[in-house]
Structure formats: structure tokens, C-alpha cells
């Protein structure tokens, strides 16, 4: 009798585990559904801020989300896998190759920077995307805390051991921030190799297909999809 | 866990004292409650893994505050909803999942409309679920009340909770950047951008104040100021008391 009991409870709690375990995987699915295109323009628009952010306004006229390659360069993305780099154009012409690097080189983990090069090889411009660098020593590599990381705008890389691409410490331009010196050494560091690397590569990285296409069919942006269906 | 069981049998033993005098919720003793005197993070030290980490700006604070307010009103509201079906059993896994579903349900929502936010706050949103204070009001609390009293004690102890996380941001963030509302657009959308409030500029961080000691060392100040004004409270009533019996004693005389 007793047995049975336990039995019947048992067999009661496993179905009511089993619906509220239903309910509530119907209910984080129902906002997932609900939330996915939204967080996917959210990732897109933020990257898209991103890449805004290292390229010069009024010098290109695409949308460089929809115009991007997959380069496996472990000299550029500082990952020895492929990695996607995007690219600006202006009336059809090349302009500028963005591209994330990143380096162990900093004084904790990983430092990840955005960098736009144009076609003649001069830096448009470089944003820290993440780092866990010191906080209020290492972290003026953020433009939030310091405009040091504009101290590259403009400037050329001549080649991979030009003299001018190293802190100041290590006798070259760049400001070094005091009490850090790790943290910019090891971004002028990535940014010389790298810089030097896309510039040799330029034509080669342009003349590569866009692979951002597929994307763009399925993403949010109501300014192509409205024009498509208006005509 | 030992202080939350401690808290909770003190607890179960007041309301029954004022049933016995009065059938009516005795809303101010929930709001004093999950407010004060049982605040979760100054009283039960409740969910302080996710307090001490992300206290380092004001906005960072709120956010997470809010999370988890949102959180603790509708898990204990929903657990003392199903409290009639859900057998002694399998009320811990129950529990656990309606918690971790509205935890993943606000991480979704954060993530979809206040996107920078959630990358700031980064693993500490899903990691509301293992916040003690959620489970300890939904075992303790909610699932021997009724709804309403449920949701305004979980009210409650959010705010309780998010209060600290508020002050202790606020602080840490004065003292270490010499700002309040950095990044407040992360929040509030981009018209917050304005609120940033630069209360003094300095050339070096108070570093202190913005790594995790700092926290530890704020918190410790902030529970020695609770204890402080309660200790002279309970001072101010012995007093009141013996100046009370004192009176009596009078009368008695007199008569």
C-alpha cells in the first residue's frame, strides 16, 4: 500500500516537473522568437557604429556591413583563422579596408582594436573594442577615458620596422601613458605589423568577393528591402 | 546560507505573532522588511558575488539593480501563484526553473533593448539566477503568501537590494572617476547622455575605490552605518522603556 503510494507521488511530481519545465521552455523560446531580430540589429547596428567610428564621414557612400571578405591572415587579425574585414568604398571605388587585431602583448589578456587603412596607407582611424587592462592606468586606450588612441589618425606605416611606430619609450613617436607603458607598446606593436601587412595587401584584399551578401538578404535593413519592394 | 535560515525563522515567527492580533497583511512590517530591516544585502548578505563586481559606475549598478528587481517581483509572484500544485518534493527544481526562465527571458530583453548595457554588465545578468537572495525570498517568503504579498515583499527587496547596489555605485564611482551617470545613455537610451555629472576632475583615478577592495571596504562602511542607527534606535526605545516603567512605577505609588 505504502508502495504504491510513493509510486503514485512519484509519477504526480515527475508530470508536474515536466510541465512547468514545458511552460517555462515555451516561455523563454516565445522571447527568444520575439527578441532575436532585434538583438540582431542590435550586434549589426553596433558594429555598424563601430565602423563609423574609424572611417572619415564624408569619404565613402557604401554600407561596409555589406561589403566585407573573410581573410585568413594571422599578420593582419592577429587569429590564425579566418576572420571577416570589411570594406569602404566611394563611387564604386576603393577606399579604406577595416579590419579588427588583436594582441596578448598588453598587460592583461586580450587587447581588440577596430582599424580603418586607406588605399594610400594612411590610418582613418583606431578604436579599442575591448581589453582588460588596469583601470585608470591602462585603460586610456579607450577614447572614452583619453584621446590617445586618435594619435594615429592620418599617420603612414613605411614598413615593418619603420623607426617612428614605437612608443616613445622605444624611441619612436607615440606617447606612452605614465605608470603603463605595456598597454600602448603592445597596440603601436600590432598596429605597425598589421598596418604594414594590409598596405602590401591592399588591391589583393579589394579584389577578393564579398561574401556579406546572404546576410544582407536576411537582415534588418528596411532602406534596400523598402526600395526593392517599390519597384 | 546560515544567516538566511536564521533570517527566515525570525521571520515565519513575526507574522504569526500579528495574525494572531490581526487577520489583515501587515504591509509595513514587508516594506521594513525587504527595505531594512532584513535588507538582503546589508542584513541576509545575499547576492553579493554580482553586487561587489559590478558596483564600479552608477549606471552598471542601476542596471543590474533593476534586473534583479524585475526578477524577484515576478518569481516570487509566480511561485506563490503555483505554490497550490507544486508538491513539497520538487518545489527547490520548480523554484530554480521559473527563476532561471524570467532570468533568461530579462537577459534576452536587456540584450535586444539596452544593448550596450548588457554588454557592460556582461556575465553578471544570467548570473542573477544564482543570486540567493531570488531563491531565498521564493522559498522563504513566496511560497507562503499569498500573490500580492509576494510580489510587493519581492518589491521590496528589490528595492532594498538595488538601493545598496545604487549607493555603493554612486560612491564608488565619485570617488574613483570623480563622476555620477557615466554611460547612463547605455541605460536611458541617448538623451541621457546629458546626465553625466562631472562632480571633480582629477589626474589619477582613485584606482582603490574602483577595483573590487574598493567595494569590499564601501560595503563594510555602508553596514556599519545601518548597525550604527540601529544600535541608537534600540538605545533611544530601552530608554523610552525605562522611562516608561519609571512612570508606572510612579502611579503605583501614588495610588
Not at chain 1, 605595456?182 to 603601436?188: K, N, Q, S
Not at chain 2, 540601529?230 to 512605577?249: C, F, G, H, P, W
Request: aromatic share 8%; charged share 15%.
Amino acid at each position: 500500500m505504502k508502495g504504491r503510494l510513493t509510486k503514485y507521488k512519484t509519477k504526480i511530481n515527475a508530470i508536474l516537473l515536466t510541465a512547468f519545465a514545458s511552460v517555462c521552455t515555451l516561455m523563454v523560446s516565445l522571447t527568444h522568437l520575439w527578441t532575436a531580430p532585434i538583438i540582431e540589429q542590435q550586434k549589426q547596428q553596433d558594429i555598424l557604429n563601430k565602423l563609423t567610428e574609424v572611417l572619415v564621414a564624408n569619404k565613402f557612400d557604401n554600407n561596409p556591413l555589406e561589403q566585407c571578405t573573410y581573410l585568413h591572415d594571422a599578420d593582419i587579425t592577429g587569429l590564425d583563422s579566418p576572420q571577416i574585414i570589411y570594406r569602404a568604398t566611394f563611387d564604386g571605388k576603393p577606399y579604406a579596408i577595416i579590419y579588427q587585431t588583436r594582441t596578448q602583448q598588453g598587460y592583461n589578456g586580450l587587447i581588440e582594436l577596430m582599424v580603418a587603412v586607406d588605399q594610400s596607407g594612411k590610418v582613418q582611424g583606431v578604436r579599442t573594442l575591448s581589453h582588460q587592462e588596469t583601470p585608470g592606468l591602462g585603460d586610456k586606450i579607450e577614447l572614452a577615458k583619453s584621446d590617445w588612441i586618435t594619435s594615429f589618425d592620418q599617420k603612414q606605416v613605411k614598413d615593418a620596422k619603420d623607426s617612428r611606430w614605437y612608443v616613445k619609450k622605444d624611441g619612436g613617436d607615440f606617447d606612452q601613458f605614465t605608470g603603463a607603458t605595456i598597454t600602448p607598446r603592445a597596440i603601436v606593436n600590432q598596429l605597425r605589423t598589421s598596418i604594414d601587412t594590409v598596405n602590401s595587401k591592399f588591391d589583393q584584399i579589394f579584389a577578393m568577393e564579398n561574401q556579406c551578401l546572404p546576410q544582407v538578404a536576411t537582415s534588418n535593413e528596411p532602406g534596400p528591402e523598402a526600395q526593392v519592394g517599390s519597384h | 546560507m546560515s544567516t538566511n535560515e536564521t533570517t527566515t525563522a525570525s521571520e515565519e515567527l513575526e507574522p504569526s505573532q500579528n495574525q494572531t492580533e490581526t487577520p489583515a497583511v501587515d504591509w509595513k512590517n514587508i516594506i521594513n522588511q525587504g527595505l531594512w530591516k532584513n535588507n538582503p544585502a546589508l542584513v541576509q548578505l545575499l547576492g553579493l558575488c554580482p553586487l561587489l563586481a559590478v558596483t564600479n559606475t552608477l549606471t552598471n549598478a542601476l542596471g543590474l539593480g533593476i534586473a534583479t528587481l524585475l526578477v524577484l517581483v515576478v518569481s516570487n509572484l509566480t511561485v506563490s501563484l503555483v505554490k497550490r500544485w507544486v508538491t513539497k518534493e520538487i518545489r527547490i527544481p520548480v523554484f530554480i526553473m521559473i527563476i532561471a526562465s524570467f532570468v533568461t527571458m530579462v537577459q534576452l530583453l536587456m540584450n535586444a533593448y539596452t544593448y550596450g548595457l548588457y554588454l557592460s554588465l556582461g556575465i553578471f545578468i544570467p548570473l542573477i539566477v544564482t543570486n540567493c537572495a531570488i531563491i531565498g525570498r521564493a522559498e522563504a517568503f513566496a511560497s507562503k503568501h499569498s500573490p500580492l504579498e509576494a510580489a510587493v515583499d519581492g518589491l521590496m527587496m528589490g528595492l532594498g537590494f538595488a538601493a545598496v547596489l545604487v549607493l555603493l555605485g554612486g560612491a564608488r564611482e565619485i570617488l574613483g572617476q570623480g563622476t555620477l551617470f557615466d554611460g547612463a545613455h547605455l541605460l536611458l537610451g541617448s538623451w541621457a547622455t546629458d546626465l553625466k555629472v562631472q562632480v571633480f576632475e582629477f589626474e589619477q583615478q582613485f584606482l582603490l575605490a574602483i577595483l573590487p577592495p574598493g567595494a569590499f571596504i564601501g560595503m563594510g562602511f555602508i553596514i556599519a552605518a545601518k548597525n550604527y542607527f540601529d544600535n541608537k534606535q534600540k538605545l533611544k526605545a530601552q530608554a523610552n522603556q525605562s522611562t516608561a516603567k519609571v512612570e508606572r512605577v510612579r502611579i503605583t505609588t501614588v495610588n
